[in-house]
T-cell receptor, first 114, second 114 residues
Framework: QKEVEQNSGPLSVPEGAIASLNCTYS??????FFWYRQYSGKSPELIMS????GDKEDGRFTAQLNKASQYVSLLIRDSQPSDSATYLC??????????????FGTGTRLLVSP | EAQVTQNPRYLITVTGKKLTVTCSQN?????MSWYRQDPGLGLRQIYY???????DKGDVPEGYKVSRKEKRNFPLILESPSPNQTSLYFC?????????????FGEGSRLTVL
């Protein structure tokens, strides 16, 4: 079982729609969760972090965390063509080293059509 | 401007010819890390450094070396590159050992080993 799993997509949505991206993780002790956006040929960019159960909103982005079910999601409202990118879910686990280890999913490709 | 700078951005080399990819950050960050990104495998951590003189292996350290003699610099060394090290490499940094999930990434270095 992969530590962090995402559907690779592509997820296709029309402009103006809500895009819903999902991620599940295996380490029940994980405490912090992140969404990165990566445009083709570019480096990942942090767009959201969430540390407690529930929703966290930032502009058109909402991160949702459910630790009991071990999933985290990202909603993008009023999707724009410029949102077309790969979205990486990342989870901080706590292996035996005692230092947190950030594990990335393989990403979901989002395509927003005009 | 706050940034993580990697050099070279593109490199084609031959098997066995030692090379170094430099990484420098100007944000006074404590934590630095190297990742490689391969299709279908996502971002995998090679090495990380919690602070100066403290480094440790990530998930795929074989064939790589690092050093952290200064806070701002974290070079990645390939002593004897092999074709399976052909990949896209990212250096990343974070201001805190605690918040290691909130990473700033460099622009990436695309390495081809023939």
């Amino acid at each position: 079982q992969k530590e962090v799993e995402q559907n690779s997509g592509p997820l296709s949505v029309p402009e103006g729609a809500i895009a819903s991206l999902n991620c599940t993780y295996s380490d029940r002790g994980s405490q912090s969760f992140f969404w990165y956006r990566q445009y083709s040929g570019k480096s990942p960019e942090l767009i959201m972090s969430i540390y407690s159960n529930g929703d966290k909103e930032d502009g058109r982005f909402t991160a949702q965390l459910n630790k009991a079910s071990q999933y985290v999601s990202l909603l993008i409202r009023d999707s724009q063509p410029s949102d077309s990118a790969t979205y990486l879910c990342a989870v901080n686990t706590l292996p035996n080293t005692g230092f947190q280890k950030l594990v990335f999913g393989t990403g979901t490709r989002l395509l927003v059509s005009p | 401007e706050a940034q993580v700078t990697q050099n070279p951005r593109y490199l084609i080399t031959v098997t066995g010819k030692k090379l170094t990819v430099t990484c420098s950050q100007n944000m006074n960050h404590e934590y630095m890390s190297w990742y490689r990104q391969d299709p279908g495998l996502g971002l995998r951590q090679i090495y990380y450094s919690m602070n100066v003189e403290v480094t440790d292996k990530g998930d795929v350290p074989e064939g790589y070396k690092v050093s952290r003699k200064e806070k701002r610099n974290f070079p990645l060394i390939l002593e004897s590159p092999s074709p399976n090290q052909t990949s896209l490499y990212f250096c990343a940094s974070s201001f805190s050992q605690v918040y290691t999930g909130e990473l700033f990434f460099g622009e990436g270095s695309r390495l081809t080993v023939l």
